[in-house]
Nanobody
Framework: QVQLVESGGGLVQAGGSLRLSCAAS????????KAWFRQAPGKEREFVAA????????YYADAVKGRFTIDRDNAKNTLFLQMNSLKPEDTAVYYC?????????????????WGQGTQVTVAS
């Protein structure tokens, strides 16, 4: 009933940029945090960035600090991830996720809804 749809992935050269979007629709639900996770081939899904939905407070994994920016459009229920200075190690499927509980959460199992993912490939 809740739909999260990612878009904006693609193939870029190292040092390039991409902007990912995640549009939410469906039944009304409480949103405290929205986040981006990523999963590279053969690896576990890892936290990338999160945003407090109402206030815009942001949190980033060390690997992306200074390069990625998370933001949102509350009115449009849309989450964004601006990715700059991309590196080959950023290659992964990127997922948006929604947490309906209180408190910052960085673990996969603390998020309640997930999109299907969008592929980001960074070539060197």
């Amino acid at each position: 009933q809740v739909q999260l749809v990612e878009s904006g992935g693609g193939l870029v050269q190292a040092g390039g940029s991409l902007r990912l979007s995640c549009a939410a629709s469906g039944r009304t639900f409480v949103t405290y945090y929205k986040a981006w996770f990523r999963q590279a081939p053969g690896k576990e899904r890892e936290f990338v960035a999160a945003i407090t939905w109402n206030t815009g407070g942001t949190y980033y994994a060390d690997a992306v600090k200074g390069r990625f920016t998370i933001d949102r459009d509350n009115a449009k229920n849309t989450l964004f991830l601006q990715m700059n200075s991309l590196k080959p190690e950023d290659t992964a499927v990127y997922y948006c996720a929604v947490r309906t509980g209180y408190g910052l959460a960085l673990a996969r199992d603390e998020y309640d809804f997930w999109g299907q993912g969008t592929q980001v490939t960074v070539a060197s």
